[in-house]
């Protein structure tokens, strides 16, 4: 039974109590955006007033070489890590098909019956390792994102194989292995830029934390009043996303640039072949500020819907993060605490999304 859209726990209990998420209300009929989902003025994304990424794509099988090219490649990596926090790399080792199947895999996952996708609902799911949901965290949230997801948390393949979605879990777990090749490579650079002498044990203690999520993103009729997701940084390492031809993702701009000022929001375009990169909040801990984890939104479509599937490799959750004694030496002074990362999670997983702010907890106050 479709709800009562101008009732707000009407439109709640259909949504996210009974799992029919946001594709459940765009298909039971609507010509505009529920209340409940109506972000603040200053939560939303006015595209008129926003500027896109111009940059090309870094081409990541440079890295593979010597010489010349590698050097380039590398400066660019760090440069970019440095500045906006986002870029989009190609000839990442991971074949064309299985990006293009992989949201064709979404697409079809989240239009499944609904009572396959709900028994992965929190409260009734029968792993932790996999999550079916909409919004953030709706019960705390001001207002709702346009968004549904499937969560699924990597402990190792046997236990994937057997709790995740058996319709997905081949090819995500394909997809896990060759992103996660291509991550550790750009952690090489980063962390060898700034000192570091990376060992298997080190990469393993940062990047051994991996979740995947699936995210569906509904056309939307009033894309200019709400959000898919609100503002937030990545809280661990590195991120690697794969968007569709949609786009919608939106960065905010820490310093003035040469492509943007300060405060303004670029759309990340979505390029063909491409996997978008960006900084997690636990690497500009590592770097002690050098390397940025912008702020980052989506914008829902009022034509098309969206897929995006982003992998989270991040610190194992007894993990003590802390700027890297290389980069303090240098800089002369630390400004951020020790993190455990687990704490650290824990926080912003039982909270709305609140941009950069839970960082910024972290952060040493010069005197």
């Known amino acids: 039974m479709a709800p009562n859209l101008d009732d707000a726990e009407s439109v709640f209990e259909f949504v996210v109590k009974q799992g029919n998420g946001i594709k459940g209300l765009v298909d039971s009929g609507l010509s505009k955006v529920p209340e409940a989902y109506v972000q603040l003025p200053n939560e939303r994304i006015d595209k008129e007033n ?42 990442h080792g991971i074949p064309l098909h299985l990006l293009e199947s992989l949201k064709d895999t979404a697409r079809k996952f989240f239009s499944l019956p609904l009572e396959r996708k709900v028994v992965y609902l929190a409260p ?31 402990t190792n393949d046997d236990e994937a194989h057997r709790h995740w979605p058996e319709e997905i879990k081949g090819i995500l777990l394909e997809y896990l292995w060759s992103s996660m090749s291509m991550l550790k490579k750009l952690l090489h650079v980063l962390l060898g830029n700034l000192g570091a002498e990376l060992d298997d044990s080190m990469i393993d203690e940062l990047t051994g934390n991996k979740m995947i999520n699936m995210i569906f993103y509904p056309t939307c009729p009033n894309p200019e009043l709400t959000v898919g997701i609100g503002r937030h940084s990545d809280i661990g390492i590195l991120t690697g996303l794969l968007q569709d031809e949609i786009g919608g993702l939106y960065v ?19 390029v063909s072949g491409a996997l978008v990169i960006n900084v997690g909040d636990m690497l500009q801990v590592l770097s002690n500020g050098k ?7 989506v914008r829902a479509s009022s034509t098309n819907s969206r897929v995006s599937i982003p992998i989270f490799a991040m610190p194992i959750e007894t993990a003590k993060i802390a700027p890297l004694p290389q980069v303090v030496e240098k800089d002369e002074t630390a400004f951020y605490k020790e993190i455990v990362f687990g704490d650290y999670m824990n926080n912003i997983f039982e909270n709305a999304l609140d941009g950069k702010k839970p960082l910024g907890f972290a952060k040493i106050n010069s005197t």
């Not at 405060?263 to 990340?268: A, L, P, S």
């Open 50 to 91: 926003t500027v896109k990424l111009e940059l090309p794509p870094l081409d990541l099988s440079k890295l593979d070489g010597h010489g010349p090219q590698r050097d380039q490649v590398s400066k660019q990596i760090i440069r970019a890590a440095e500045t906006l926090g986002f870029f989009q790399v190609v000839n």
């Open 124 to 154: 009734v799911t029968p792993t932790p390792l996999v999550k079916y949901g909409t919004s953030f965290r709706p019960d705390k949230e001001k207002a709702l994102g346009w968004k549904d997801y499937l969560l699924m948390q990597y």
């Open 252 to 270: 905010k701009i820490e310093e003035d640039m040469d492509y943007g000022k300060k405060g303004e929001w670029m759309e990340i375009p979505s």
């Open 291 to 297: 390397y940025k984890s912008a702020e980052h939104v």
